[in-house]
């Protein structure tokens, strides 16, 4: 059922850029990094055009920069057909700052457009449900802000200055915050409103007549909450949903429990000091999360990486996308009910590939390997035996065997067919990427899209399946782990000697100002790296674009309709990683 | 007198005749033993160590022992851990749950959904301020005797995200912790070194003195509250207090809260603890050199 494709290449976004300025006029210019740069007023008739005369149907991505004068609103499009991503900004004021919400044009943009608002305070005109996703409705400030510090941590950057000033030792932690914990009240606070009801702003609103109307058998609609703490979330991950019986009927995902501000601390840190980081966004697909931040600074740096660098970046990265297919194909089954009998099969493997992490990089989950311009370590002599013997018989038997008994199960079968379905247009409206994305049917994968690394070089194909349901999601992985195994065997025997990082190890890197989008196809989708620096020894902007959190904007159209015992398929089907949801 | 080992009376030969005969006793052995009789109307040390080794009490003591020798063995040898991941550490949990490193050698894996059914909770990662209310609630549902191993750097001291303005710093500031493991995350060996270290520990326990065969229920963990900011109920009266220092509450307001639910929901008793009146005193100094 699976089919293999290839993608045509699209237009060089230099070509679509002049095009668009000449198309357009006046109302877009062009800025010295080759963004199209347009006011908030005319940017909802912009991006139309750009998505219906210029094949831009894809939002990419969608973020904010705060330069102290003004937000600076960052919009990267491209096409499903590939090709490089454009840059759209607009800008608006800090005291006010209002965009028009592109809601209506790409549905993918709202929860980026609500992390935004969470974020920043900017508000989107036209958003259906504008409020805070990943801290609660009533936190007081607007973190990424600049100007808005924490409690614990005062200082703009990193490196600290010294914690022995006038001689004297101190933690961050005595240094006076005011109720000796991680807290930042404010200063009259009173707590008066503590054990009042909470006001219903941000909240499920239910009109009770509403949902008493419609529904099929007289019966009353209930409002059912599943999670955070709950088996079959993957974590710390609520739903809230509104069911009439047994069959949902609206759906609101609800995150933010696992929000461990990822891109704040990552403006603090040194460049280099943001690698280890990245492990920890998608903790099932390390190596790949290093990569696309490698890459984006790499690329802002203009450094050249090494052969065999290379060589070892696509092998971990690649066993990476099989242990990461194995684990989220176990956990799917167990979200089906059959409780952890798959799960040790499938995850069986992946210990194998964790232990070769471990002999290559020092740690199994957090590997920290990949640097600017190379790699930290060179493989080991024992590494390369036994990766040979993983590859070339183990994998493939244990591919097999999980094929054997799942694919053509009957209950598997009577679970996952027909059920989540998300047709091809509305998969690409709303963002999706990855297994999602290829299982409905869209060939699009950012290794041969918008190619990075040496996947050129390799014979492979994009898996794709045609059903948008849960199986094909399902099907789609089994194949992709397949061209993994033949990537793989195709890159160790060719694995060349030599250096493993250009130029000279460097505990601080110097990036020269400017700005870069990077993506790569990890085993979730497209995770993009959008950096921009101001030529300091930090990020100024450090922006993790998430494939789980867009891929979650579709999870209630994929499941009005179904009973709630589909809903966790689904979401198992999805695979979100918290990590990465929640940054 | 049984006791004494000295033997007193002259054995009497089978073919003795019946008639009463007055032993004859060795006025040695009559002064020792005079005096070992003496001792016990005199020397009080001397009756308190016969006391303390008498059979009665020794054998109530070792009964106790027995007891709980089966009982504690009975409860480290069926750990339920609550079915409960929250970030990086999670996967390592369920990796050492798996057939590699089989937790349930140890007889803790039974991975419970519901906190009812939980004996230990395994606080795996990052601990935020938007799930903490959660985590005290599952706290206090599960049934006593229950235990907390905190996993990993997060959950216990706020690990790489400690400055973070959405992190705990440490899971102990609202929960009692049996057992920290560190590590970031874990690895499965170490959580099981986690795990044997807190059968040791269930091996200490004495059913005399466990908390949770007392009198009266156990106080609950106050749910912190998500206000502007995450709020510590057991602080309420400290931060209504510096309200009322900046004016925003009269003192009338103030009286009247401290006497309400915030006052009651607060362990802390009457006034500002030492700690926070430090801190109050520094704050102050803070807003004044601010002008």
């Known amino acids: ?583 | 007198m049984a006791d004494d080992p000295t033997p007193v009376l002259a054995p009497s030969p089978a073919s003795a005749p019946t008639r009463f005969v007055t032993p004859t006793i060795d006025p040695d052995v009559l002064e020792s033993w005079t005096s070992y009789v003496q001792r016990f109307e005199n020397d009080e040390a001397f009756i308190q160590g016969q006391i303390e080794q008498s059979v009665m009490v020794t054998t109530f003591d070792r009964l106790i022992k027995m007891v709980d020798g089966v009982y504690n063995w009975g409860r480290r040898s069926s750990i339920w851990p609550l079915q409960f991941g929250l970030a990086c550490c999670a996967i390592e949990m369920i990796s050492t749950a798996a057939s590699r490193f089989d937790i349930d050698r140890f007889g803790a894996g039974l991975f419970r959904p519901s906190p009812r059914q939980a004996d230990l909770m395994i606080v795996s990662g990052t601990v935020t301020k938007k799930m903490v209310p959660q985590i005290v609630r599952l706290w206090n549902q599960m049934p006593e005797p229950r235990y907390c191993l905190s996993m990993g750097a997060c959950a216990t001291g706020g690990g790489p995200f400690k400055e973070g303005y959405n992190v705990v710093s440490g899971i102990d500031q609202f929960i009692p912790v049996d057992i920290y493991v560190p590590g970031c995350p874990p690895t499965p060996q170490a959580l099981l070194h986690g795990l044997i270290a807190l059968q040791r520990k269930i091996d200490g326990q004495s059913i005399k003195n466990v908390s949770w065969y007392g009198r009266d229920p156990l106080p609950e963990v106050p749910v912190p509250v998500l206000g502007p900011d995450l709020v510590d109920l057991r602080q309420l009266p400290d931060i209504q207090a510096r309200a009322a220092e900046l004016g925003a509450l009269s003192p009338e307001e103030l009286a009247a809260m401290q006497a309400g639910a915030g006052g009651a929901a607060a362990g802390t008793e009457g006034g500002i603890s030492a700690v926070m009146a430090e801190r109050l005193a520094i704050w102050r100094e803070r807003v004044a050199s601010k002008g």
């Not at chain 1, 006029?25 to 005319?42: I, K, Q, Y």
């Not at chain 1, 991950?237 to 461990?260: A, N, S």
């Not at chain 1, 790569?520 to 620096?533: A, D, F, H, I, K």
């Not at chain 1, 494939?547 to 579709?554: D, K």
Request: aromatic letters at 10%; hydrophobic letters at 40%; one cysteine or more.
């Open chain 1, 1 to 583: 059922m699976t089919k293999q494709t290839d993608v045509v290449a699209a237009p060089a976004p230099a070509d679509v850029v002049a095009a668009v300025h000449k198309q357009l006029g006046e109302r877009v210019t062009v800025d010295d990094g080759g963004a199209l740069v347009v006011g908030p007023s005319n940017l909802i008739d912009v991006v139309r055009a750009l998505r219906d005369d210029h094949g831009l149907d894809y939002l990419a991505n969608l973020t904010a920069v705060d330069w102290l004068d003004r937000f600076e609103v960052v919009y990267h499009l491209c096409s499903s057909a590939g090709g490089a991503p454009i840059v759209l900004k607009t800008t608006t004021d800090r005291a006010n700052p209002r965009v028009p919400s592109l809601f209506g044009i790409y549905p993918g943009a709202d929860f980026q457009e609500r992390e935004v608002y969470d974020m920043f305070g900017i508000r989107f005109a036209g958003h259906p449900n504008l409020k805070r996703i990943l801290m609660w409705e009533g936190f007081a400030g607007w973190p990424l802000r600049k100007d808005w510090r924490e409690a614990y941590f005062e200082q703009e950057h990193k490196p600290l200055t010294s914690r022995w000033p006038d001689g004297q030792f101190f933690f961050g932690e005595d240094k006076l915050t005011d109720w000796g914990s991680n807290t930042k009240l404010p200063p009259a606070y009173t707590g008066a409103e503590i054990g009042r009801p909470k006001p219903q702003e941000g909240q499920y609103v239910v009109d009770i007549d509403a949902l008493r109307r419609g529904t099929s058998f007289g019966s009353d609609r209930l409002v059912v909450n599943m999670g955070p703490q709950h088996p079959s979330t993957h974590g710390v991950f609520q739903m809230r949903l509104v069911l009439d019986g047994e069959t949902v009927v609206d759906l609101e995902p609800v995150m933010g429990y696992m929000h461990r501000n990822h891109e704040k601390i990552g403006e603090r840190n040194l460049w280099l000091g943001n690698m280890p980081f990245t492990d920890r966004l998608d903790y099932i697909a390390q190596l790949g999360s290093e990569w696309g931040y490698a890459l984006c600074v790499e690329r802002m740096m203009g450094l050249e990486v090494p052969e065999r660098a290379e060589y070892i970046r696509v092998i971990m990265a690649e066993l990476n996308r099989i242990q990461s297919h194995f684990w989220s194909i176990g956990f799917l089954l167990n979200d089906l009910g059959a409780f952890f009998t798959p799960s040790l099969y499938a995850i069986e493997e992946r210990e194998i590939v964790l232990d070769l992490f471990e002999m290559a990089t020092g740690s199994r989950l957090m590997c920290n390997y990949m640097r600017f311009g190379g790699v930290a370590y060179d493989l080991p002599d024992a590494f390369m035996p036994l990766v040979n013997v993983l590859v070339n018989e183990r994998m493939e038997r244990a591919i097999d065997e999980i094929d054997a008994y799942l694919t053509n199960n009957e209950i598997v079968m009577e679970r996952m067919k027909g059920v989540g379905v998300l047709t091809p247009e509305l998969a690409i409206a709303y963002s999706t990427s990855g297994p999602v994305l290829r299982g409905s049917g869209v060939a699009y994968d950012v290794r041969r899209a918008d190619p990075y690394g040496i996947y050129d070089r390799f014979d492979w194909n994009v898996v794709t399946a045609n059903e948008g349901d849960v199986y094909a999601r399902y099907a789609v992985r089994i194949g992709e782990m397949r061209e993994s195994l033949k990537i793989l065997r195709q890159a160790l025997p060719q694995m060349p000697a030599g250096e493993i990082l250009g130029g000279k190890k460097a505990w601080q890197v110097r990036v020269p100002a400017g700005e870069h989008y990077a993506r790569v196809e990890n085993p979730r989708g497209e995770l993009g790296y959008y950096c921009v620096s101001d030529g300091k020894a930090n990020p100024y902007r450090y922006h993790v674009r998430s494939p789980c959190f867009v891929n979650l904007t579709s999870l209630a159209e994929m499941c009005k309709g179904y009973k709630v015992a589909d809903v966790v398929a689904i979401l198992g089907s999805i695979d979100i990683v918290l990590g990465e949801v929640d940054r």
